[in-house]
């Protein structure tokens, strides 16, 4: 893994940024390159997909590193994707931030622009946003998301490669690349090539459709779930007073808007939205919608004739991993399904036709186990401690004491919080009574839900009230032998009557791979999850990114025409420099971060293999540049490519097959906040680098600016 050389008279920790982002490149987009990252130590290798794995098995010791790897952490908590962008943005940024520098741009200047850019192309994407519509409507019909597990990996339609256009290096290269279509294995392991992205409706249903209430057709993207045509709708981003006009936006780049144009789509059906958010991984997808589905059945049973709406409640939704077990034993379960040890087995063959009651602890169930916040009295001497035998002899005691509250309640299954004593799993075994330790908090609300359990700190504290009832203990699949995993573990099954949980198990015969189909389970829960949440989600392949560089570069051209007629007389009122410096640097700034934009896309066409270079597909995304800015509506630009029909430029494969390949989507929050995060991080790494180099604060940093540009 390779670094870069960093600079000691230059700027160290932009450039430390962007040499800890180079090594996530492969992660962007939804092609990844696994790497294997070696302990040079004890020469052990861990395999990683993930921007967050790679960085904790890299040495993070200096104070940049540790700050990039708590900002990917912090967002990865919070939505557990967007990772991969907000660390290739961090590297692009960084770099940006630099050449602004080296042009000689003031830091506070560079900030401002950076952030206001910024800030604008967030509110420039919301026409790109989906709105999602009742997509629970018809979530038992008998279309299921395994019918379209063998869709493509697709860029959005205009960054796909041509197949005849005069930007081929040479001719036969570039239609190799445009006419292969990408490869992907489906759950069967077979291998399925990918159709193309998308098809029109007809100009006769855009008439059609045009003549719709406007009001209804507000703020909507309407899609049919059958046929998949992209259906004309208004926008709130867009007046409309006649068939073809060009409207006044606030920053005064004017927009074109054709009425025959489809500005927005919407979004009504689940599996569709399902496709759409999986991104290359329709395994781990699949396994996420059938959790839901499961989610939505058990909500539905409980709720009866109450018409409450429902609600994806990712909380209730547990993985169970296996390694050593083939992959077609993954599936998703009703209950709470975790791994034993095989000694229990025979206890286990002993409760599964029985229902048993529970006692739920809130923390550790160990002697010595304290609640948080609990003082130890100061006045209290132990004598003979060092003796082992007064120790054995008190854990001893312990343990029966433990045991005659279980008898005396009639209790054969402990859930623990904490960890659990292993002197009292034996005698507990010994008795026919399963304890199991580690239980996420999350399944111990749940069996108290459903059991009545009363959780307790304390097994002195258990009374009758407090024991739950109706716990069913099975094993995981009919034959138990079967199901011992790597570590001589056997999966059990907990389960009553209207518990609200399910368990996905996630089974692998490769260990190092368990971690990673984890890791991308979980994104795809949370992608889903995120979007039902806010109801909403962004066209994706890189249609978001490609207007937000779009949007750039026509705000750098508009400051530099108003920037040249601003400094033509500036000298003569000293009192509005600063006006006219920012007037003279936006530009720059804009065009900086644009170029991290234009970084972005090329590296996510290059690791989709749509190009075989960054030269080529630099090139490529300069041609759908100039395309868009003479459009005259970047949006409308965007969404013609998406809904055009047998076009060789955007779009490879037979029209036959479009059909078959839903949109692909992101969602809002995860991409916003990611962007939003990687810009803060290279702003204090700025700041904190200037401050190192000048031995200055920054407001002092600004006020030596203010000097300098009186002095010239």
């Known amino acids: 893994m390779a670094y870069r050389i960093i600079n000691k008279r230059r700027h160290m920790?932009?450039?430390?940024?962007?040499?800890?982002?180079?090594?996530?490149?492969?992660?962007?987009?939804?092609?990844?390159?696994?790497?294997?990252?070696?302990?040079?130590?004890?020469?052990?290798?861990?395999?990683?997909?993930?921007?967050?794995?790679?960085?904790?098995?890299?040495?993070?010791?200096?104070?940049?590193?540790?700050?990039?790897?708590?900002?990917?952490?912090?967002?990865?908590?919070?939505?557990?994707?967007?990772?991969?962008?907000?660390?290739?943005?961090?590297?692009?940024?960084?770099?940006?931030?630099?050449?602004?520098?080296?042009?000689?741009?003031?830091?506070?200047?560079?900030?401002?622009?950076?952030?206001?850019?910024?800030?604008?192309?967030?509110?420039?994407?919301?026409?790109?946003?989906?709105?999602?519509?009742?997509?629970?409507?018809?979530?038992?019909?008998?279309?299921?998301?395994?019918?379209?597990?063998?869709?493509?990996?697709?860029?959005?339609?205009?960054?796909?490669?041509?197949?005849?256009?005069?930007?081929?290096?040479?001719?036969?290269?570039?239609?190799?690349?445009?006419?292969?279509?990408?490869?992907?294995?489906?759950?069967?392991?077979?291998?399925?090539?990918?159709?193309?992205?998308?098809?029109?409706?007809?100009?006769?249903?855009?008439?059609?459709?045009?003549?719709?209430?406007?009001?209804?057709?507000?703020?909507?993207?309407?899609?049919?779930?059958?046929?998949?045509?992209?259906?004309?709708?208004?926008?709130?981003?867009?007046?409309?007073?006649?068939?073809?006009?060009?409207?006044?936006?606030?920053?005064?780049f004017l927009e074109q808007h054709d009425a025959a144009t489809p500005r927005t789509y919407r979004c009504n059906d689940l599996v569709e939205l399902e496709v759409g958010l999986s991104h290359g991984d329709p395994s781990s997808m699949k396994l996420v919608a059938e959790a839901i589905r499961l989610q939505y059945r058990n909500t539905s049973m409980r709720q009866g004739s109450c018409t409450m709406p429902f609600m994806f409640d990712i909380s209730r939704i547990f993985t169970c991993c296996l390694s050593g077990l083939p992959e077609?034993?993954?599936?998703?379960?009703?209950?709470?399904?975790?791994?034993?040890?095989?000694?229990?087995?025979?206890?286990?063959?002993?409760?599964?036709?029985?229902?048993?009651?529970?006692?739920?602890?809130?923390?550790?169930?160990?002697?010595?186990?304290?609640?948080?916040?609990?003082?130890?009295?100061?006045?209290?001497?132990?004598?003979?401690?060092?003796?082992?035998?007064?120790?054995?002899?008190?854990?001893?005691?312990?343990?029966?004491?433990?045991?005659?509250?279980?008898?005396?309640?009639?209790?054969?299954?402990?859930?623990?919080?904490?960890?659990?004593?292993?002197?009292?799993?034996?005698?507990?075994?010994?008795?026919?009574?399963?304890?199991?330790?580690?239980?996420?908090?999350?399944?111990?609300?749940?069996?108290?839900?459903?059991?009545?359990?009363?959780?307790?700190?304390?097994?002195?504290?258990?009374?009758?009230?407090?024991?739950?009832?109706?716990?069913?203990?099975?094993?995981?699949?009919?034959?138990?032998?079967?199901?011992?995993?790597?570590?001589?573990?056997?999966?059990i099954m907990l389960k009553t009557e209207g518990i609200n949980l399910a368990t996905v198990v996630l089974t692998s015969l490769v260990t190092a791979q368990m971690q990673i189909k984890e890791d991308r389970f979980w994104t795809c829960a949370y992608r889903l999850y995120y979007s039902l949440r806010d109801q909403k989600v962004f066209l994706g392949g890189g249609a978001v990114e490609f207007l937000c560089l779009s949007h750039l570069q026509i705000l750098a051209e508009q400051a530099l025409n108003k920037g040249n007629q601003t400094c033509s007389g500036w000298l003569h009122n000293s009192s509005s420099w600063l006006t006219s410096s920012l007037a003279l640097y936006r530009p720059t700034v804009l065009k900086c971060l644009a170029n991290g934009w234009h970084k972005y896309l090329s590296t996510l066409i290059c690791n989709t293999a749509s190009c075989s270079s960054e030269f080529e597909a630099s090139v490529f995304i300069q041609h759908h540049l100039q395309n868009a800015t003479n459009s005259g509506s970047l949006s409308t630009y965007i969404l013609n490519e998406y809904s055009k029909l047998n076009s060789g430029i955007f779009n490879s494969g037979s029209s036959s097959k479009l059909e078959q390949i839903p949109r692909v989507y992101d969602v809002v929050i995860t991409k916003t906040e990611a962007w939003r995060r990687a810009l803060d991080l290279v702003f204090l790494v700025l700041q904190t680098d200037s401050e190192i180099i000048t031995g200055l604060g920054h407001t002092q940093i600004n006020s030596q600016e203010t000097e300098g540009f009186l002095f010239l």
Not at 218 to 233: E, G
Not at 353 to 375: A, M, P, W
Not at 385 to 400: G, M, P, R, V, Y
Not at 461 to 476: A, M, Y
């Open 328 to 491: 077609t034993f993954s599936c998703v379960c009703p209950g709470y399904i975790t791994a034993v040890s095989i000694s229990s087995t025979a206890l286990i063959k002993e409760l599964q036709n029985q229902l048993i009651r529970v006692v739920l602890i809130e923390g550790d169930l160990t002697e010595n186990y304290h609640h948080l916040g609990f003082s130890k009295s100061t006045n209290i001497k132990t004598v003979l401690e060092s003796i082992k035998f007064q120790q054995d002899s008190s854990e001893e005691l312990w343990a029966n004491c433990v045991l005659q509250v279980l008898i005396k309640f009639n209790v054969n299954l402990v859930l623990a919080q904490g960890n659990v004593s292993e002197h009292l799993i034996e005698k507990c075994t010994q008795s026919k009574r399963l304890v199991i330790g580690s239980v996420n908090s999350n399944v111990m609300q749940a069996f108290a839900e459903a059991s009545g359990a009363v959780q307790v700190a304390y097994i002195t504290q258990v009374n009758e009230n407090c024991v739950g009832n109706g716990v069913c203990v099975t094993f995981w699949r009919s034959i138990s032998m079967d199901v011992i995993d790597s570590s001589n573990r056997i999966a």
């Open 13 to 252: 920790g932009l450039q430390q940024l962007s040499s800890f982002a180079e090594t996530g490149r492969t992660f962007l987009g939804p092609v990844k390159s696994s790497k294997f990252i070696t302990d040079e130590e004890c020469h052990e290798s861990v395999l990683i997909s993930s921007t967050v794995r790679l960085l904790q098995s890299l040495d993070l010791t200096s104070a940049v590193g540790q700050l990039l790897n708590e900002a990917v952490e912090a967002h990865n908590n919070t939505y557990r994707t967007g990772t991969s962008t907000l660390l290739f943005l961090v590297g692009a940024w960084s770099s940006a931030a630099e050449e602004c520098l080296h042009l000689g741009v003031p830091i506070s200047l560079i900030v401002s622009v950076m952030s206001e850019g910024l800030n604008s192309c967030i509110e420039e994407v919301v026409s790109l946003q989906v709105p999602i519509y009742n997509v629970f409507d018809h979530i038992d019909s008998t279309k299921t998301f395994s019918g379209l597990e063998t869709f493509s990996v697709s860029l959005c339609p205009f960054l796909q490669i041509p197949s005849d256009t005069s930007l081929k290096q040479k001719e036969h290269d570039l239609k190799d690349v445009a006419c292969q279509p990408l490869t992907i294995y489906s759950l069967s392991g077979r291998p399925v090539k990918s159709p193309t992205l998308f098809r029109s409706q007809s100009n006769n249903e855009i008439d059609k459709n045009t003549s719709q209430n406007p009001q209804t057709l507000k703020n909507s993207l309407l899609a049919d779930t059958h046929c998949r045509k992209s259906i004309l709708v208004y926008s709130r981003h867009f007046n409309r007073t006649g068939n073809n006009q060009w409207i006044s936006k606030p920053d005064g």
